[in-house]
């Protein structure tokens, strides 16, 4: 079974300039989340998304936004980027809820902004 | 989001047992306990999750408090492929999100 994957490995963008990423979950998995982690703030969740619907937030700006396909591929953006902004992006991949179900993690998008 | 507490880091030699302590004492009774692990230069990986009984798996074991207030993980024979930073989470209800805290870094002695 394919993990998840993530496009592209490694980003470099200017501030004020937006960005997408994509991520394609595990068959079969409808929930993916976006991560987004660096070293000062850690690993943070920035959202869910189940069967074509954010399902979760976490607490970031506007500027962060995702969709999912009926494919479960989801894609994420980020709107006029800030210096901050320069992080490792995971998406994540399970069959439903994590409560009860493992999460399974893409190796990351890392973006660098300059 | 109830929280957990876990050492900053561990160090154990190779080969022999290892037990990561986790407090979670504001934990109600419909959260899990998750453990992930995050190997570097890699995303976090799914360790072993549970509820109130004890769980083992082929990665690790999970022992739970009675009173559910803490846990520990158990690797039973560390190797150096296990030196990570391991994560500590509980996750409720019907909330799809993991809230990673700092973790403990597990270093592992050849």
């Known amino acids: 079974k394919a993990g998840v994957t993530q496009t592209p490995r490694y980003l470099i963008k200017t501030r004020g300039q937006q960005v997408t990423l994509s991520c394609s979950p595990i068959?079969?998995?409808?929930?993916v989340s976006w991560y987004q982690q660096t070293p000062g703030q850690g690993l943070q969740f920035l959202f869910e998304?189940?069967?074509?619907?954010?399902?979760n937030k976490g607490n970031f700006p506007g500027r962060f936004s995702g969709r999912q396909f009926s494919n479960s591929r989801s894609e994420m953006n980020v709107s006029t980027l800030e210096l901050g902004d320069s992080a490792l992006y995971l998406c994540?991949?399970?069959?439903?809820?994590?409560?009860?179900?493992?999460?399974?993690f893409g190796p990351g998008t890392r973006l660098t902004v300059l | 989001d109830a929280k957990t507490t876990q050492p900053n880091s561990m160090e154990s030699n190779e080969e022999e047992p290892v037990h990561l302590p986790c407090n979670h004492s504001t934990i109600s009774g419909t959260d899990y306990i998750h453990w992930y692990r995050q190997l570097p230069s890699q995303g976090p990986e799914y360790v072993i999750h549970g509820l109130t009984s004890n769980v083992n798996n082929r990665m690790a074991s999970l022992a739970i408090a009675e009173d559910r207030k803490s846990s520990t993980l158990i690797l039973h024979r560390a190797t150096l492929r296990d030196a990570a930073v391991y994560y500590c989470i509980l996750v409720t209800g019907a909330n799809s999100k993991l809230t990673f805290g700092k973790g403990i870094t597990l270093s592992v002695r050849p």
């Open positions: 998304y189940f069967s074509e619907t954010q399902r």
């Open positions: 994540a991949s399970s069959f439903d809820e994590v409560t009860n179900n493992e999460q399974f």
């Open positions: 068959s079969g998995h409808r929930s």
